[in-house]
């Protein structure tokens, strides 16, 4: 396992600077609205982020998890998420495993919803595989 100081942690800026170009490359609405609802809400998810005990996709989840559900964005919270796990990931000289396919979109609709457990996500994130979302 890697020691958790010397990961490497998205900022509240970096998190607000991917969350635009979430939303500039990957244009879903028209009234989609590059705007934060709430900084404490990101440096909250953050905090959890570091203080969570196990590995970088442990912590990912983590991340993924609040970025989706503490909706700090007015737009894009999904794909900002998507985005910050690919970015954080990559910084810790990981990989995320997840191709970019339509039914991955509804995952995340999942995850916001409470439908997959932290050991589902985790391992989604690890091997690109989970059970198919279903209300």
Do not use: C
């Amino acid at each position: 396992m890697i020691n958790k100081k010397k990961l490497i942690y998205p900022s509240v800026e970096k998190i607000i600077e991917l969350n635009i170009l979430s939303l500039t490359i990957i244009a879903v609405k028209k009234a989609d609205s590059a705007k934060v609802l709430s900084k404490s809400k990101l440096i909250e998810i953050i905090k959890e982020t570091k203080n969570i005990e196990g590995n970088v996709y442990d912590k990912t989840v983590v991340l993924l998890k609040g970025l989706i559900q503490k909706h700090a964005f007015a737009s894009g919270n999904r794909r900002t998420a998507f985005i910050v796990a690919k970015y954080f990931l990559m910084k810790n000289n990981l990989k995320i495993k997840i191709k970019d396919e339509e039914k991955n979109a509804r995952v995340m609709i999942g995850i916001r919803e409470g439908f997959y457990s932290d050991q589902e996500i985790k391992e989604w994130i690890q091997n690109g595989k989970i059970k198919e979302f279903k209300r």
